[in-house]
C-alpha cells in the first residue's frame, strides 16, 4: 500500500475514533439538576436566614406584650439617731408590685415591625435561593466547558499521533518527508500544551463548583449540555421584574423601614407606670399603710429627641426606597445584558453550524485528496485538522456561554416552589 494512502487511511481512522468521547456511566455523573439541589439542600446561608426569620416570629409575639413587672422590696423612715436599732411611728417595712406600660400603640406596633424583619428575612432567603441555582448553574457550565475541550484535544493528539506513526514508517522506508514527522510532532506538543491549560481551568472551575456542592463536585460530569427550553419573550421577563424575588425583598426592606417610622412617631407618646404596695408597721397601735401611685414620662425636650428619631425613620424609609429602585433598575440592565448574549450566541452557533465547521470539514476532504493524489504535504493536512478542531473548541465555547446566558435568564424567571 503507498505510504500516502496508508497515512490518508490513518487520518480518517484517528477521526472517527475521536468522535467517540466516551460517556460517563450515569449513576456517578453530576448533572446540573442534581448540583443545584445538593447546593440547596446543603447551603448554610440559606439555613441561617430560614432560622433568623422563625426568631423574628417569635420575637414578635415577646414584643407585644407588657413588659415583666417589678417587686419592691423596702425599709422606710427609720431615723437616723440610734440607727439602725431606733425606731418611729412612721418606720415602715414595705412590698409593692410596679407595672410599666408602654404609651400609646407600641407594643402593637414593635409586634409588627418585629414581623416586618422577620418577612424581610423571608424574602431574602428566596432571592438567595434563586440566585443559588443561578450560580451554579453557571460554576457547573465552568467544569464542563474545559471537560469537553479536553476531550476535542485529545481526540485530535490521538489522530496526530497515528499520523506520525504512520509517516515514520514511510520516512523509514524512504518515500516520507522527515519534515512532515517534526511538523506532526511539534503539533503534538502543542495539543499537549493546549490539554494542560484546559485541565488548568477545569480545576480552578472544579474548585469553585465545590464552594456549592462539596466533594460532589469532583463527580464526572455528563458529556452533553441540558436541553435549555426557550426562554420567554424579554418583554415578558422585564414586565414581570417587580415579583422578582431579589426586588421582592427588596420592597420588604422598605416596609420595614415604614415600620420604623411608625414605631418612631409613637414614641412621642410617653409611657406610664403604676404601683401597688404594702407598709407594715411595728406595734398593735400603729396602723399598716396602702401605696397606689403612678408615673408618667415628660418629653420637655421632643424636638432634640422624639423629632430626631422621627426625622431619621424618615430618612432611613428614603434610603430603602431608593436601594429598591436601584436594584430594580440593576436587575433591568442584567436582564438585558443576559438577553442579547443568549441572542448573539445563538446567532454565532448558527454560523459555525451552516458556515464554519462546514467549511473545515470541506477543506479538510479537499487536502486529503490533493494528499492522496500526491499535491499536498501532510503538514497541510494536519494543520487543517487543528484548525477545525480549534473551530469546533471555540463553537463549545460559544454553546457554553449561550447556556450560561440561558442560567442567566432563568434567574429571572419564577422561582421553583418549595425555595
Not at 511538523?183 to 503534538?188: F, H, K, P, S, V
Not at 420595614?256 to 397601735?285: H, Q
Not at 493524489?373 to 493536512?381: M, S, T, Y
Amino acid at each position: 500500500m503507498p505510504y500516502r494512502v496508508m497515512l490518508f487511511a490513518a487520518l480518517l481512522a484517528a477521526g472517527a475514533a475521536g468522535a467517540d468521547t466516551g460517556k460517563p456511566a450515569a449513576s456517578r455523573l453530576l448533572t446540573l439538576e442534581r448540583a443545584r439541589a445538593l447546593a440547596l439542600e446543603n447551603q448554610p446561608s440559606l439555613r441561617a436566614l430560614e432560622l433568623s426569620a422563625r426568631a423574628m416570629e417569635e420575637a414578635a409575639v415577646a414584643d407585644g406584650e407588657l413588659p415583666d413587672p417589678r417587686i419592691k422590696l423596702g425599709a422606710l423612715n427609720f431615723p437616723t439617731r440610734g440607727f439602725p436599732q431606733a425606731r418611729e411611728d412612721m418606720t415602715q417595712w414595705a412590698i409593692s408590685y410596679e407595672q410599666m406600660v408602654p404609651g400609646g400603640d407600641k407594643r402593637r406596633l414593635r409586634a409588627e415591625r418585629t414581623r416586618a424583619e422577620g418577612a424581610q428575612l423571608a424574602a431574602e432567603r428566596r432571592s438567595q435561593a434563586q440566585a443559588i441555582r443561578r450560580d451554579v448553574a453557571i460554576a457547573w457550565l465552568g467544569v464542563y466547558g474545559p471537560l469537553e475541550a479536553e476531550r476535542l484535544v485529545r481526540a485530535l493528539q490521538e489522530e496526530t499521533r497515528r499520523a506520525i506513526q504512520a509517516a515514520t514508517v514511510a520516512a523509514s522506508a524512504g518515500r516520507g518527508s522527515q519534515a512532515e514527522i517534526i511538523a506532526a510532532r511539534q503539533m503534538l506538543h502543542l495539543a499537549e500544551d493546549r490539554v494542560i491549560e484546559l485541565a488548568q481551568q477545569g480545576e480552578r472551575a472544579r474548585a469553585e463548583l465545590a464552594r456549592w456542592v462539596g466533594e460532589a463536585a469532583h463527580s464526572e460530569s455528563p458529556a452533553a449540555l441540558p436541553q435549555w427550553r426557550e426562554p420567554p419573550p424579554l418583554a415578558m421577563l422585564a414586565a414581570a421584574l417587580e415579583a422578582h424575588p431579589q426586588h421582592a425583598a427588596a420592597e420588604r426592606g422598605e416596609a420595614l423601614a415604614d415600620a420604623d417610622v411608625r414605631l418612631a412617631r409613637e414614641a412621642s407618646k410617653p409611657d406610664r407606670s403604676w404601683e401597688v404596695g404594702y407598709m407594715f408597721r411595728e406595734g398593735a397601735e400603729r396602723s399598716d399603710m396602702v401605696l397606689f401611685q403612678m408615673a408618667f414620662e415628660l418629653p420637655l425636650w421632643k424636638q432634640d429627641r422624639q423629632d430626631r428619631r422621627v426625622a431619621a425613620s424618615f430618612a432611613q424609609r428614603d434610603r430603602a426606597r431608593e436601594q429598591r429602585l436601584d436594584r430594580l433598575r440593576m436587575l433591568r440592565a442584567e436582564l438585558e445584558a443576559a438577553w442579547s448574549e443568549w441572542r448573539r450566541s445563538g446567532e454565532r452557533l448558527a454560523n459555525y453550524d451552516r458556515g464554519i465547521l462546514p467549511q473545515g470539514e470541506a477543506r479538510i476532504e479537499a487536502l486529503l485528496a490533493s494528499y492522496r493524489a500526491g499535491r499536498a504535504e501532510l503538514g497541510a493536512v494536519l494543520e487543517a485538522r487543528r484548525s477545525l478542531f480549534e473551530a469546533r473548541i471555540q463553537r463549545l465555547a460559544v454553546e457554553v456561554t449561550q447556556a450560561k446566558a440561558r442560567a442567566a435568564l432563568e434567574y429571572f424567571e419564577a422561582a421553583p416552589r418549595g425555595e
